[in-house]
């Protein structure tokens, strides 16, 4: 890592990072969350995490602008005086880089501080690789993975090449492509459940990608796909390993999978 | 209003669309071609981007000073001896097309493809009033047998297939020998053009569309593959050029450079085979041409989008990109959308044409994956155009209530960050106890919109919040 990501080039100190854990890693997998952790620390951060709820993207994208104000604001205030605001989730980093400006495009008032935000926040492979020019993580993990790329991370904040690299820098792991891995997985947040026939048939095509790979683990960057993702697996009975792909970069794989039985042995 | 709608019951659309085999097998077929041959055409053009941000500025330009460029595109048709009428409605538009085929004595028409001529609702119009249209693109022309609607704005009949064409042709082309073979595909379109032939020839008035309308010259530009809209609007008497105000573009400049994106965005030629400038009726010493030619100019809602933030859609130059790249039309095809419009372009427009209160699920069914937008050869924001609709549903009280008061419950919490800790801790807590062994639910209470179709994977059981606080102050201690 080059000390110079600190922003205004004090040499002498850490980046200090704040971690946007985001609401379905605190309250779903938190292991997604302490893995991010140690790949900000052992890329030289120092980690906070600011008490926090949601970044509002529920609400904005369901047209409650009013809510997604409230959450943005409170979210804004949290996480003010780090030099960074990092996610693992290109949806929510997505939100606060890419929709909080929009979000606040006629208040003058908050928009040098939204945009000031929106700056310094970054999806947690790109911050890793684009920001801290990480080229290599000490991990190994056994296995073929493949990887799909979330729309949020891909589309609104150019992740792609970042995570692959990384993993393409482990011990022991084999990447193979995921045929349209760039289509999106379903999931769309409240799609899922208010359209769910529609949802249902658009990760049966995903599924269906993932299984034709002959991986038998299947990575990305955000946890709603990846459980929309796992869920669909698992029922169809498919033996593939599901998990977000800071668990693998970090080698903190001990945890059963998403969505996946616990192992008896480790209970 | 104008043609009628089945938008408000598009999740029953979906499913029906959903569980039909042979629909699904066609989505299939038009997913790949379209995406891989924009993707070519595009790598191909270095220049493709900054044509894209150029087609937008055109655009942008054009609508912000649309009222001259309509007055001076007005002028010249009227310079070149032809006729412009304005239509503030569907109704307004049918009335006069109707007026000048009567003119004409028109007993039959020919009519290249026009999308919005599906939005007024012609056909249905003429036949009522005893004059024959005929469509004469051939997906055109195919759905008008079967009498649907197009499911995509340029490849109407794409949720076909050959077999359903043949038996469309058998039935209706009962003059030709039952016994002749329509087993290959290039044997329909064979048939086609020979029975469209006499059609053309015998046509009183021929419409057609307009991809754009040019100011400066006062002439009406079609882009077409098949040379039938060329027939069309040469051979017979009288042109009727259907056309919303939105196609205005400044000069043949202009239309130039959006044409250089146009195709590749759509079909990924790099033209189109047919690039067709019309500009008023035939002129002594023409070969050929219109004695007559007509300018129908639709509004139809369009004008109060101007200056909204939905102004940005009558930037669109209807491609198609956006539903050939999108994961919901991919698998609902067309007639789901329930009206003209499909895919994500359609989700916008269509609330604008006939009011969010009918085609309000259309701006909901969407995933943003952002797909459309990040192909759009205009860059039409088209999520955030759809979340623009969700919101203005919302300020409505059009938001399913169940949606409304799980968001209110979940935005009551996620806004006390300290009663969202406890409360988050205990649920997810008993959750994760639940869960523990199989680590995921079959089905859960209030979840059965997900749990229809997949598992949902059990919590780990402490928040991250509450563990990290619990591990941080043992170790600062």
Known sequence: MSVSAVPGGDRGRKPRVALFVTCLVDLIRPSVGFAAVKLLEDAGCTVDVPVQTCCGQPAFNSGDRGTARDLAEQVIEAFRGYDYVVAPSGSCAGMIKAHYPELFADDPNWLPRVNALAARTYELTSFLVDVLGVTKVDASYEGTVTYHDSCSGLRELGVRSQPRRLLASMEGVTLVELNESDVCCGFGGTFAVKYSDISGAIVDAKTKHVSETGASTLLAGDLGCLMNMAGRLSREGKEIEVRHVAEVLAGMTDDPPIAAARDPRRS | ?477
């Not at chain 2, 046509?203 to 569309?209: E, H, S």
């Not at chain 2, 203005?392 to 800790?421: D, V």
């Open chain 2, 1 to 477: 209003m104008t043609v009628h709608t089945t938008s408000p019951q598009f999740k029953a659309n979906a499913a029906q669309a959903l569980a039909d085999v042979q629909l699904q097998k066609a989505l299939g077929n038009v997913k790949q071609g379209f995406i891989d041959k924009r993707q070519k055409a595009a790598e191909k053009l270095p220049e493709f981007e900054a044509l894209r941000d150029s087609a937008r500025d055109i655009k942008n330009h054009t609508l912000a000073h649309l009222d001259l460029y309509l007055e001076a595109y007005e002028d010249k048709v009227k310079a070149s001896g032809g006729h412009v009428h304005f239509a503030r409605t569907a109704e307004e538009a049918r009335s006069i097309i109707l007026g000048i085929c009567r003119d004409a004595g028109a007993r039959t028409v020919t009519k290249g493809k026009s999308m919005i001529s599906e939005e007024i609702g012609i056909n249905h119009h003429l036949e009522a009033h005893g004059v024959v249209p005929v469509e004469t693109d051939l997906g055109e022309y195919i759905i008008q047998l079967r009498n649907e609607m197009p499911s995509h704005i340029i490849a109407p009949a794409v949720h076909l297939n050959a077999t359903q064409v043949e038996q469309d042709f058998r039935r209706v082309h009962t003059h030709l020998d039952a016994k002749r073979d329509l087993s290959e595909p290039v044997q329909l379109l064979t048939e086609a053009r020979t029975v469209l032939r006499e059609r053309f020839l015998a046509a009183d008035v021929g419409i057609t569309g307009a991809n754009f309308l040019v100011a400066e010259t006062g002439t009406s530009i079609i882009v077409t593959n098949e040379g039938n809209g060329d027939l069309t609007q040469i051979l017979p008497k009288t042109h009727i050029v259907l056309a919303s105000i939105e196609k205005l573009v400044p000069t043949l400049e202009d239309v130039s450079q959006i044409l250089r994106v146009l195709a590749r965005s759509a079909t990924g030629q790099e033209m189109s085979v047919y690039t067709t400038f019309s500009t008023g009726p035939r002129r002594p010493g023409d070969a050929d041409g219109p004695e007559n030619y007509h300018v129908v100019l639709l509004d139809n809602g369009r004008s109060s989008m101007l200056g909204t933030s939905f102004e940005e859609m009558l930037r669109c130059i209807r491609c198609g990109a956006c539903m050939n790249h999108c994961p919901v039309y991919h698998a609902v095809g067309g007639h789901a959308y329930g009206w003209v419009y499909p895919g994500p372009m359609g989700a916008v427009l269509t609330p604008s044409l006939i009011g969010v209160d009918k085609a309000g699920h259309l701006p909901n069914a969407s995933t943003f994956c952002g797909r459309c937008e990040s192909v759009c050869p205009v860059r039409i924001p088209l999520p955030k155009l759809m979340r623009h609709w969700r919101e203005r549903e919302f300020e409505r009280h059009l938001t399913p209530a169940t949606i409304r008061s799980g968001l209110r419950t979940w935005g009551f919490f996620a806004k006390r960050p300290a009663l969202y800790r406890l409360a988050t801790r205990a649920a997810m807590g008993v959750l994760g106890l639940a869960g523990r062994t199989k680590g995921r639910f079959a089905w859960l209470p209030l979840a059965k919109g997900w749990t229809k179709y997949r598992d949902f994977p059990a919590p780990q059981g402490e928040t991250f919040q509450a563990r990290w606080r619990r591990e941080r102050s043992r170790r600062s201690a």
